[in-house]
């Protein structure tokens, strides 16, 4: 399994930045979950939105709701993270990872087996 995220970079806040996340040797129908997680400095892996194995439900952080939107090329095999009306509280090394995961542990960073290498979001005032 390879995931491999890009689009990172430094914005300004109120912005907008689209990361992608390049996806190989998983597969929807075999349960996987692709999701996005972050990590600011100092602070704990946190959770960000994911779409739930084949595509039926979305799952977004609370802080995040209305402001990002996660998508999905399966042709592409690519999952992607729109992420609009950007803040400080956004600037994170944003990772994608996956995982044969169940409702329940969507949102935990321990559930996932296998993470990419993140790709840094920096926002500035």
């Known amino acids: 399994v390879q995931l491999q995220a890009s689009g990172g970079g430094s914005v300004q806040a109120g912005g907008s930045l689209r990361l992608s996340c390049e996806v190989s040797?998983?597969?929807?129908?075999?349960?996987?979950?692709v999701a996005w997680f972050r990590q600011a400095p100092g602070k704990e892996r946190e959770f960000v939105a994911c779409?739930?194995?084949?595509?039926?439900?979305?799952y977004y952080a609370e802080s995040v709701k209305g402001r990002f939107t996660v998508s999905r090329d399966r042709a592409m095999h690519t999952e992607y993270l729109q992420m609009n009306i950007l803040s400080a509280e956004d600037m994170a090394v944003y990772f994608c990872v996956a995982g044969r995961v169940i409702t329940s542990t969507v949102r935990n960073p321990d559930a996932y087996n296998y993470w990419g290498q993140g790709t840094k979001v920096t926002v500035s005032s």
């Open positions: 779409i739930f194995r084949n595509g039926g439900s979305t």
């Open positions: 040797g998983v597969t929807y129908n075999g349960g996987y979950t």
